[in-house]
């Protein structure tokens, strides 16, 4: 089991940036495809994006609503991975989760496919 904490979020205007941290303890993050997933209020978690790492070879994955604006990376050498989230519009306001899953490559995208989550950090983009 890994455990998770993230941090970085807060309150931002549209249009504006954030960087979410998302660091591990417990094992290395090298063993691990790492994601990010938000939830606003009444709404189902939705995928935001996720890392692979296989190797040598990493590989980056993004939801639809994200792609262009948002950048996931991991710096396993520091066990974190991060989110850099770029023209932040209103709707991005959710609680955004970092979570950890044994998949390499497929199913990333689907939240039942994480065994270890953090516990949020709320984003918050004012129009």
């Known amino acids: 089991q890994v455990q998770l904490v993230e941090s970085g979020g807060g309150l931002v205007q549209a249009g504006g940036s954030l960087r979410l941290s998302c660091t591990a303890s417990?094992?290395?993050?090298?063993?691990?495809?790492m994601g990010w997933f938000r939830q606003a209020p009444g709404k189902e978690r939705q995928f935001v994006a996720a890392?692979?790492?296989?190797?040598?070879?990493?590989?980056?994955y993004y939801g639809d609503v994200v792609k262009g604006r948002f950048t996931c990376s991991r710096d396993n050498a520091k066990n974190t991975m991060y989110l850099q989230m770029n023209s932040l519009k209103p709707e991005d306001t959710a609680v955004y989760y970092c979570?950890?899953?044994?998949?390499?490559?497929?199913?990333?995208?689907?939240?039942?496919?994480?065994?270890?989550w953090g516990q949020g950090t709320q984003v918050t983009v004012s129009s």
């Open positions: 979570a950890a899953s044994t998949y390499l490559r497929t199913g990333l995208a689907a939240p039942g496919n994480y065994g270890d």
């Open positions: 417990g094992r290395t993050l090298s063993s691990y495809s």
């Open positions: 890392v692979s790492y296989s190797g040598s070879v990493t590989a980056t």
